[in-house]
């Protein structure tokens, strides 16, 4: 049975000097979700967790390719699947944000970011930018998309840019944010696939996820990059269930309709796995 195997972020530091706890990972609930979701759409069996947790020292860099640390996954088989729900560290060094995701800087990690790469130039807490080959599936009146900038407090649009344009004004943007999907086939040559969903936050992240199992699973099957807007409406203050997501006004950005080219720089690295 082909197996989907989540992998985790940790939660921020409560105390710089110790390391994350294990036992609460980040975005755990919307891991659940996507979990169960590629179950009911694909028939993926539940496998193990991966815990791409920080080194002692916190840092929001990342490391040279020579400098990142081997890992064994000795359980992954071909046409297996990692997947995740936090939002990719790719540039949270460079920004100057309130919240921030440390990243492993791990061999697995990399090449994860390789394929992000080829479809994010830049993704921050605040701050996101397409590549160029990832931004010609935009619509003509959307091409302002390609720079996203969020609140932090919240994360509706702050500003939406198109490079060489003036940036967008604040007011007419209302309500609004963007949550994102990436399906690839094959991390590397024969390895396990990568299902990766979020949002610019943890709310948004978990009612995305929840969104994707019970509304849109269509969405699941896409290959490449997959991009939405959505209109979140005020949570209930003490909901018992997630139901308050299906009031989210939600409709289609951008779908790539398939994995775009390697990017220069990207290159094979050792990985224990079960061939």
Wanted: hydrophobic share 35%; proline share 9%; with cysteine.
């Amino acid at each position: 049975m082909r197996l989907a195997h989540p992998l985790f972020y940790a939660l921020p530091r409560g105390d710089s000097n110790r390391l994350p706890t294990l036992a609460s990972p980040r975005d755990s609930e919307a891991s659940a979700q996507l979990r169960v979701a590629l179950h009911e759409v694909e028939g993926f069996g539940f496998g193990r967790s991966i815990l791409n947790f920080p080194e002692a020292r916190v840092s929001y860099d990342l490391r040279p390719v020579e400098t990142l640390r081997p890992i064994r996954l000795p359980f992954l088989h071909e046409g297996d699947v990692i997947f995740k729900t936090t939002r990719p560290p790719l540039s949270d060094g460079k920004h100057c944000d309130n919240k921030k995701v440390e990243p492993s800087n791990n061999v697995l990690e990399r090449l994860i970011f390789f394929h992000y790469w080829r479809y994010l130039d830049e993704c921050a807490r605040s701050f996101v930018r397409l590549t160029d080959e990832a931004a010609r599936a935009l619509p003509r009146d959307r091409r302002n998309r390609q720079e996203m900038t969020f609140y932090q407090v919240g994360c509706r649009y702050k500003f939406l840019q198109q490079p060489g344009r003036r940036r967008s004004r604040r007011g007419p943007l209302g309500e609004r944010t963007a949550a994102f999907l990436l399906r690839v086939d094959a991390l590397w040559e024969n390895g396990p696939g990568l299902v990766c969903a979020w949002g610019m936050n943890a709310e948004v992240t978990l009612g995305w996820c929840t969104l994707l199992r019970f509304r849109y699973p269509a969405l699941l099957e896409n290959r490449g990059l997959t991009v939405v807007e959505i209109a979140p409406t005020q949570r209930p203050e003490s909901p018992t269930t997630h139901d308050w997501v299906f009031d989210w006004q939600v409709s289609p950005l951008l779908a790539t309709n398939g994995e775009l080219p390697a990017r220069p720089g990207e290159r094979p690295l050792p990985v224990a796995w079960a061939h």
